[in-house]
């Protein structure tokens, strides 16, 4: 087996990599100790698997990879490598504005950065079909239910990918879910939204979607609307598929969101006074402030003296895991 340990570059701003590690590891991420474990999947459908970590600290960071492949990886498949996981860790992200002007002029943002979010990072899914499956699977449930589905997905449909430290997989392909059963997909836990997922990738594959193609577009109204072209997908879904598989400037407004922006903000319950607080207090920032102010927000409220009534999803890890 072939395997190099490269240096993955960032742009300037802090690193909190233990945010990478201790929240929202959801598969097919994975986390052992300080290291970040991913299969991904290069553009000629060979996988490797990545194991990152920082040597450095959250205010100089030093970011290494460790890539596993069968067979030796010619250069442009590395730089290919270093530049998606770079990308779906927000390391080409420069953060200083937000972590340096934004969030000290924000006394519930200053309160979250203290409990030890500064330098969080907006993790996004390397493909957008996984984001898509995400939010879907997000839909009108608990978030433990959110990672225990995709785990599932990602076992039962996802490729298998071994390398020195076990197991890694790949999350299914558009083709792998639109060939499964409504019953494999019920029994990974979707329950009502199975048939919905089915639809959906059979629609990306019998219409020729090209999601990926999305990330290239500046509109971000555009993307949002082509996304709600898709089977399941509304309003909050395409918000949250904005944050987790564009990184754009979005902020999705459900139970847990508008919690937090009535209890710890002040806001009228509606959303359309919610969406405009969001606009003008976060402006650009609102997909880091939701990063955020959604990581164990029953925990850093307490030193605001607020006793947050939702218990944060974001620490929850599978129990294999």
């Known amino acids: 087996m072939w395997s190099q340990e490269l240096k993955l570059p960032s742009q ?17 991420w994975q986390a052992e ?4 474990i991913r299969a991904l999947v290069r553009p000629d459908d060979d996988p490797v698997v990545t194991v990152s970590r920082n040597v450095g600290s959250v205010e100089a960071p030093d970011l290494r990879v460790l890539v596993y492949a069968d067979s030796d990886l010619p250069e442009t498949a590395v730089e290919w490598v270093v530049d998606a996981l770079g990308e779906a860790l927000g390391l080409m992200d420069d953060v200083t504005e937000f972590y340096d002007v934004i969030v000290p002029a924000d006394r519930v943002l200053a309160a979250a950065a203290a409990h030890g979010l500064r330098g969080a990072r907006l993790r996004t899914s390397p493909d957008v079909f996984e984001a898509v499956v995400a939010a ?6 608990h978030f433990s239910r ?3 589905v995709m785990d599932r997905l990602t076992r039962r449909f996802g490729r298998p990918v071994p390398y020195p430290g076990g197991i890694a997989h790949t999350f299914p392909s558009v083709e792998a879910i639109a060939q499964s059963t409504e019953e494999d997909l019920r029994s990974s836990g979707l329950g009502y939204r ?10 990306i594959l019998g219409e020729g979607v090209d999601l990926q193609r999305l990330r290239h577009d500046p509109d971000t109204g555009y993307i949002r609307d082509a996304l709600m072209e898709l089977p399941g997908v509304g309003p909050f879904t395409a918000d949250l598929v904005l944050s987790i598989g564009f990184r754009r400037a979005s902020f999705h407004l459900d139970s847990y969101t508008k919690t937090i922006l009535e209890v710890l903000y002040g806001v009228e319950p ?3 006074t919610m969406t405009a607080f969001v606009d003008t207090q976060f402006s650009s920032w609102k997909h880091y402030a939701m990063l955020l102010l959604t990581t164990d ?4 409220a307490r030193s605001l003296g607020i006793d947050f009534p939702i218990k944060s999803g974001a620490s929850y ?3 294999n895991g």
């Open 270 to 272: 509606d959303e359309t």
């Open 194 to 203: 199975a048939p919905v997922l089915q639809a959906l990738a059979g629609n």
């Open 136 to 141: 879907v699977a997000s839909q009108n449930v």
């Open 12 to 28: 300037p701003g802090p690193v909190q990599w233990r945010h990478f590690t201790h929240h929202y590891v959801m598969a097919p």
């Open 297 to 300: 927000t029953d925990r850093w």
């Open 146 to 148: 959110t990672y225990q």
């Open 317 to 319: 890890r599978m129990p």
């Open 33 to 36: 100790g300080d290291n970040l």
